[in-house]
Nanobody, 120 residues
């Protein structure tokens, strides 16, 4: 099982980006999926998380600006980021609580990270 994130890049303040993260491999089931981020010199922090049924939680600092969604048929989670600020600059990591079809438990899987830089 692996997660592949994409969509990062350089954007001006006030701009938008859309991140995608697709899970692949011997997947039996996926529970929650989400995004964390880590800025230089800071700890990794939760950005948003979405359950299999669609229940969503956002960090306060992205409410009203970011939207998380998922396509269960494609095992993919998205993060639409609008009104980006320089302080949103970070490496964004996708996450999935996934049960490998060869296992009887759910484990946490992380994508490789995609860099988002907000700068003029």
């Amino acid at each position: 099982v692996q997660l592949q994130a994409s969509g990062g890049g350089l954007v001006q303040p006030g701009g938008s980006l859309r991140l995608s993260c697709a899970a692949s491999g011997t997947i039996y089931s996926i529970n929650a999926m989400g995004w964390h981020r880590q800025a230089p010199g800071k700890q990794r922090e939760l950005v948003a998380i979405i359950s299999k049924s669609g229940r969503i939680n956002y960090a306060d600092f992205v409410k009203g600006r970011f939207t998380i969604s998922r396509d269960n048929a494609k095992n993919t989670v998205y993060l639409q980021m609008n009104s980006l600020k320089p302080e949103d600059t970070a490496v964004y990591f996708c996450y999935g609580g996934i049960r490998d079809s060869r296992q009887l438990r759910f484990d946490d899987y992380w994508g490789q990270g995609t860099l988002v830089t907000v700068s003029s």
